[in-house]
């Protein structure tokens, strides 16, 4: 049986997973956390530059402080298709290295156990 991960669960435990490059995410976890850093960067870009130079000190902080979470989310994105978190790495490659990693972080997870560890909710199925 599928249990399925809420946008502010996967939010909740990227946070929480801050500088944890082991284990698996599986890609709701992974989607739910980039849709929320995209919003909440889009939110303070407009807000610094309707409002000025306080929020984009904001807007930098932010950026650097998820930084380290986003990292640690992809390389554990990657472990939960099977693949080593240097995988990663294919997104610096300019275009097709991005685009490479987009389908990469879009493939389902692998069903049970990997080298990496357990399926982190318990997953049976494709989800």
Known sequence: MSQNISFAEAVKSCFNKYADFNGRSPRAEYWYFALFNVAVVMVLAVLGAIIGKLFMYVYYAYVLAILVPSIAV??????DI??????????????????????????????????????????????
């Open 74 to 79: 992809s390389i554990r994105r990657m472990h």
């Open 82 to 127: 099977g693949r080593s978190g240097w995988w990663v790495l294919i997104s610096l490659v300019p275009f097709i290295g991005s685009i490479w990693y987009i389908v990469l972080a879009a493939l389902p997870s692998q069903l049970g156990p990997n080298q990496y560890g357990p399926n982190p909710y318990g997953q049976d199925t494709i989800a």
